[in-house]
């Protein structure tokens, strides 16, 4: 089992920037691709970014490319989205998501909702115009 657990949502300002974290615990000792996903109220769950388990591969959803970076944190063991720009249609419940990866897959980033085993409990983003 792997437990992620995010943190760092909270209320921003239009424009500003947001770092969210997420720490997996359990068994971390397995190569692990890394996502995030959100989901606003009345919608579905959408793909945010992703990062494989090498950590040297990223994948960005359309609307988020070039304002949102996904990586690793080495000193916190942890993955990192920092979120700059931000609109208020960013606002949202942030999912963090991670997906045991074969050997063979060390550059892969999930991107699908199914290819990920363990999900935190999601950490509200919300974006004030």
């Known amino acids: 089992q792997v437990q992620p657990v995010e943190s760092g949502g909270g209320l921003v300002q239009a424009g500003g920037s947001l770092r969210l974290s997420c720490a997996a615990s359990g068994r971390t000792y397995l190569p692990l691709a890394m996502g995030w996903f959100r989901q606003a109220a009345g919608k579905e769950r959408e793909f945010v970014a992703a990062l494989s388990a090498r950590g040297d591969t990223t994948l960005y959803s359309d609307v988020v490319k070039g304002r949102f970076t996904i990586a690793k944190d080495d000193v916190l063991n942890s993955v990192y989205l920092q979120m700059n720009s931000l609109k208020s249609e960013d606002t949202a419940v942030y999912y963090c998501?991670?997906?045991?990866?074969?050997?063979?897959?060390?550059?892969?980033?999930?991107?699908?909702?199914?290819?990920?085993?363990?999900w935190g409990q999601g950490t509200q983003v919300t974006v004030a115009s």
């Open positions: 998501a991670a997906a045991p990866q074969l050997g063979t897959q060390a550059t892969h980033t999930p991107y699908r909702q199914w290819e990920y085993d363990y």
